[in-house]
């Protein structure tokens, strides 16, 4: 989400005719924030400390994202070198003064096409109407805003044409999209954006298990466009922990989905988050989400350790019980369960063929892309293979993280 609104903003700053530079030679520095996690906020007031330095009077440093709706005016106290702190998606005023206080009217204005990479990133839904008790989201990002339909197909149509190749649809729950003018739901808006004439791949992410519906599975399976992988965090494998954090589904639920989901696309790629330490987690309630996490055997499996976020339910009403060494513990026991799952789950595309739209170059300068099920393909010997190309690769070797192969004849 972080990178689609950067991504928008600097659209914007390249269309008024602005240009990408070093730091150093910038005049303008933009941080977009995150502070799902401490870890991630504390990285943004380093790097205030860090641009102190960098900062003289002729210089603007901007700060957007989550940040700002968490800590507000505290930051300009903080940190005076601050001279902009623009709430996320409200860019006009901001854009405006800048052009005040800076002419590039003499730059040539670069069209926004220009930026388009193979991967182009739309935001269908900005904010979350869940309250999960850990979550921060949507105190910082507010209630869901649905983007009408109309709008989405006239971005992704707009990218195709600058020579995107896949489209990603974003939302924190993208399962509850809906179009504002009654024209359905996220399965009717994925039905409308994979008949865009050269639209190769489509993904959306991230999906909740309270809301996702059956069609969408129906329509992913039904599909040469929607890639067979599916996002969906189940956070915890007990149902107790699962009440606690206010989920809003049990683990049956949840297995449900997956067997309806494998049922119709035996191969599809499912990635889940999981967060262990979370209050009152009990070592019984851990011990059910290793099995959740032996049983499903997902393909990746993000894992995160509880940390309170200040405002948060959880951080005010709940005690944060699990003492951090037995957190570390846990994760340290589920990362080395996932990583041989992943090896074990990898393995079965060797000798297989699969289809890989390619992104990039490695630091080795091999080809690397995707499969449909959403691991990541290095082209081990691919001269002539370029970024947006679709090709048949032959997988010879399989890690936890990655394929290898050659291009099949
Ligand atoms: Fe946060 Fe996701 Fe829960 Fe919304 S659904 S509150 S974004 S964890």
Not at 79 to 95: H, S, T
Not at 278 to 290: D, I, K, V
Request: glycine letters at 8%; hydrophobic letters at 40%.
């Amino acid at each position: 989400m972080n990178a689609a609104d950067s991504e928008s903003l600097a659209r914007r700053l390249l269309a008024a005719g602005y240009q990408e530079e070093s730091l150093e030679r910038a005049d303008v520095a933009i941080l977009n924030t995150c502070v799902v996690r401490q870890a991630s906020e504390d990285r943004v007031y380093s790097k205030l400390h860090e641009l102190k330095a960098w900062k003289t009077p002729e210089r603007t440093i901007a700060l957007t994202g989550c940040i700002v709706a968490q800590e507000g005016d505290d930051l300009r106290r903080r940190f005076p070198q601050l001279d902009a702190v623009v709430p996320i998606g409200e860019y006009e005023g901001f854009l405006a003064g800048l052009a005040a206080r800076y002419d590039y009217s003499e730059g040539e204005a670069l069209p926004s096409a220009g930026r388009t990479g193979v991967s182009h990133y739309v935001r269908v839904i900005q904010g979350c109407d869940h309250n999960c008790t850990f979550c921060i989201v949507p105190r910082v990002r507010g209630r869901e805003r649905h983007v009408p339909i109309a709008e989405v197909l006239e971005e992704c149509r707009g990218a195709v044409e600058a020579g995107a190749r896949e489209v990603v649809l974003l939302g924190q729950n993208v399962d509850d999209y809906h179009d504002p003018g009654g024209r359905g739901g996220l399965a009717a808006l994925v039905r409308e954006v994979e008949a865009i004439p050269g639209l190769r791949r489509l993904r959306f992410m991230t999906s909740h298990p309270q809301d996702l519906e059956p069609e969408l599975l129906e329509t992913m399976a039904a599909s040469n466009v929607v890639c067979r992988e599916l996002q969906l965090p189940v956070q915890s494998g007990d149902d107790g922990i699962l009440k606690r954090m206010a989920r809003g589904y049990q683990t049956r639920h949840y297995r449900a989905i997956v067997e309806h989901a494998r049922a119709l696309m035996p191969d599809i790629g499912l990635a889940t988050d999981v967060i262990v330490g979370f209050p009152g987690e009990s070592e019984a309630a851990f011990l059910n989400t290793r099995r959740l996490l032996e049983e499903i055997e997902f393909d990746v499996v993000h894992l995160a350790m509880y940390s309170p976020r200040p405002g948060t339910f959880a951080a005010t009403r709940m005690a944060d019980d699990v003492p951090d060494v037995e957190k570390l513990r846990r994760l340290n026991d589920l990362l080395a369960l996932v990583r041989e799952i992943a090896t074990r789950k990898t393995a079965r595309w060797v000798g297989r063929d699969v289809e890989v739209l390619i992104e990039g170059s490695d630091e080795l300068g091999r080809p690397y892309g995707r499969i449909r099920q959403g691991k990541r393909a290095v082209v081990l010997r691919g001269a002539g293979i370029a970024p947006g190309d679709v090709i048949n690769l032959r997988v010879l070797k399989a890690t936890a993280g990655q394929l290898m192969g050659l291009p099949a004849a």
